[in-house]
């Protein structure tokens, strides 16, 4: 059974349509990175998974419909919305006694192992603690939560580049087994490129792109090539240009590696390049607004 | 470099804890937990009531003698005797009372206003759960806390008038066997279930409104009773409408205290008293009919809520 199975998604508000029938099936074990632009419809569809919001179509998640049975699937499903939703007024406690209270998987002795290698003290209310320590707290709730699927949405935002890294380092490695499934959205694209199993690009509401990260890493490849050579590489059909340092790098997809080899240097493409070329192009094929 | 996110997660793999044992869990217990945890006034209200009128009791201690002398003399008088302990009654009474409407009308407001919804929604807690956890408080909890606080202000008001009258020289059985206590105590435990049953359609308005309105929950939830009273007076000359939150806020005390309903009659003592009636009311029932559907819009509108 797919963790998560949505066909003909669709979330429409007043005046835009931010989902608009996304056909999705994230199976057990993977992590997929769900990457658009703002406003793109990311944060909609992840609502509607974790039924925050009600949707057209048709979902299921861990089998259950989220908008209905929201309370069932909350116990095997972990979320981190964003890192400002810890109540400030709480103290760490009683967050560890709460949760513990009500959560079936919630493991307390896991989470105070967790929060003994911090310096968060037990007394201290959430509005004392630093944002770090705040992320800290709400990573170590939700990491002693044995939890089949985890939905991370901007779970690094305003954190500095240290947190971002062990972030997603200890989900990697401490978290992370092949009986979970993790789906992350996240503007700061290449730092989760080494961790994604599946990657997808959504934008106006739509999946423009969805493959794995082996598929990914077949299909796209960077050119970096000089002076004489440029018209060459042209020739075989970039999908993106762009300068750097007097060189041209160009983006392919779907071109053969050994004919790329023959003009320059040939690296592995970055998710944030690959994307700005779909999005270029897609925007440019297509203005913003006619697509809703 | 190492951040502490290197070693949080790590040590309970390498200690070989035990597995996570899955216990049975109380949601509504833990939900109520949780509002105790935010509104400490759940408490401080009663206690602060209390407080107050035992100090200005305490202020007054040297009318203490002079009453008891007059019971003691007049039995007519007798009455006077128990104003002290009435006082900590509505000390309690006027403070929960306040807590309770402030209380109602933030709590399903105040978590979108934080964000703190998105966390609560995290867990497997269902929107009817947190939303009749959220009534309870001001249904149950609280009254349950204000007789606790209320018979204790009343033993520490007791114990000081005691003291008051040894010195002035009096028996202190003088007082003590003047007092009746059995009646307070009933009514107080009478009054202040009733007065909840009463009161929850006031609670359930305040919680719908307080999850459906974006910014300033009180307002909207006086506005339509302004509005449709203006319009109603321009209209017909008449005030009926107004005269509906009127008796829903006044009405209550009226139906529990007095003999007929009537602001006069109050009640002195169990031969006054006709359980049947004031139960039986069927604006007490009615109440609660509208009760029951505030509060299952607002577990309706909490589902859809998001953070402001």
Redesign the interface.
Known sequence: MAVIEARGLRKAFKNTVAVDGVDLKVEEGRILGLIGPNGAGKSTAL?AI?????YEGQLRVLGCDP?TQ??????EV?????V????????VW?AL???????????R??AE??L????IKRTSKVRELSKGMVT?L???L???I?ARLLVLDEPTLGLDI??RK??Y??LL???FDHSRTIVVTTHQVEEVQHILTDLMFIDHGKIVLDLTMEAFEARFAELMVSGERVAAARALGPIYERQFFGRTILLYDGAEEAKLAQLGEVRPASISDVFVAVITARHAAQPRGAAA | ?????????????E?G??P????????F???L??EV??HRGVWMAPLAGAALALFGFLISSWKIPGRVRDAVADPAKLDNLMIPYSFVAMGVLVLSFAFAIFYSIDALHG?RR??????W???????A?TVLSKAAIPLAVLPAIMIAVIFAGQVVALAWSSLVVLFAGLDPWDLWSRLNFGFMWFMIVYGLVFLALWYAPVVGYLLMVSAWAKRMPILWAIAPFIAIGIIERMAFGTARFFSIPEYRLGGGFALAFTKNGSHEDTLDGFADLDLSRTFANPDLWLGLIAAALFVFVAIRLR??R??L
Not at chain 1, 78 to 82: N, P, R
Not at chain 1, 97 to 107: L, T
């Open positions: 609502s974790l039924g925050l919001t009600s908008w929201r309370d069932q699937l909350m116990r972990s979320f981190i919305a964003d400002a939703v810890l109540p400030r007024w709480m103290k009683q006694d709460y949760v513990e209270g009500v959560h079936p998987r919630f493991d002795a896991k192992g967790f003994a290698k911090t310096n800290q709400h990573l170590a939700v990491m002693a044995d240290l947190y062990s972030f380092d200890s490695n401490d978290y | 470099m190492s951040t502490p996110f290197d070693d949080m997660l790590k040590s309970p793999s200690t804890a035990a996570p044992k899955f216990v049975r869990t109380r949601p217990y833990w939900s937990r949780r945890f935010e978590e934080d964000r703190s919804i998105l966390f929604k995290s867990l497997p807690v269902s929107d759960t589902r859809s998001s953070p």
